[in-house]
């Protein structure tokens, strides 16, 4: 009986844990996208010669890179759930 309470404690806390994860992967995810359209719109401004984009631009590319490789790595690893990599592959196809 103890055994059997043990395993369902486990199960409850493991939804916990994967709920507050999934939460903190949206909140990249949604970092991730937000940033890829600073950066895209410094990027092109950049372009025209903007001097303000010109100086901002490679550190919104250095910050954008460094959550692109975070997100990445979560993928691999299988942190991601099925909603957020619907949301991560729709990102990807806006950004060509």
Do not use: C
């Not at 990249?28 to 401004?45: G, Q, R, V």
């Not at 299988?78 to 990807?92: A, C, F, H, S």
Request: no cysteine; proline share 1%; aromatic share 14%.
């Amino acid at each position: 009986m103890e055994s059997k309470e043990l395993l369902v404690t486990m199960e409850n806390s493991t939804k916990v844990n994967n709920r507050i994860g999934d939460h903190k992967w949206d909140k990249y995810l949604d970092d991730y996208f937000n940033y890829f359209k600073e950066y895209k719109k410094h990027y092109n401004k950049s372009i025209e010669g903007n001097s303000k984009s010109l100086s901002i631009y490679p550190y919104m590319q250095q910050k954008w890179e460094s959550l692109k490789r975070r997100i990445s790595r979560a993928h691999k690893y299988n942190r991601l759930n099925d909603k957020q990599i619907e949301r991560l592959i729709v990102m990807k196809i806006k950004e060509y």
